[in-house]
Nanobody, 124 residues
Framework: VQLVESGGGSVQSGGSLRLSCEIS????????IAWYRQAPGKEREGVSC???????EHADSVKGRFAISRDNDKNMGYLQMDSLKPQDTAVYYC???????????????????WGRGTQVTVSS
């Protein structure tokens, strides 16, 4: 399994970014796709997740600002981030697992495969 994140960059507070996750090596249809982030000096945290039935879950810190989607035919996952805040600054990673979103977002199940991540920097 390979995951490649892209779409990060530097934006001002209030701006938007759309992250993409290209997933290869599995048939994505039944997998949950989750996005995580890790800021310097902090632990990795779950941000958003979409399961195989397209049900979504989000961390409280991003509810109402982030949206997650998927395209099974293209083996892609996406994270639309709006109203970005400086505290959203982090390296963002995606993962795909046969697990519940509640398990993935809390990292009670730790994904076995990670990409290199994409840097998101939000300035005030």
């Amino acid at each position: 399994v390979q995951l490649v994140e892209s779409g990060g960059g530097s934006v001002q507070s209030g701006g938007s970014l759309r992250l993409s996750c290209e997933i290869s090596g599995l048939s994505l249809r039944h997998y949950a796709i989750a996005w995580y982030r890790q800021a310097p000096g902090k632990e990795r945290e779950g941000v958003s997740c979409i399961d195989g039935s397209r049900k979504t879950e989000h961390a409280d810190s991003v509810k109402g600002r982030f949206a997650i989607s998927r395209d099974n035919d293209k083996n892609m996952g996406y994270l639309q981030m709006d109203s970005l805040k400086p505290q959203d600054t982090a390296v963002y990673y995606c993962a795909a697992e046969l697990a519940r979103c509640s398990q993935l977002l809390t990292l009670s199940i730790f994904p076995g495969n990670w990409g290199r991540g994409t840097q998101v920097t939000v300035s005030s």
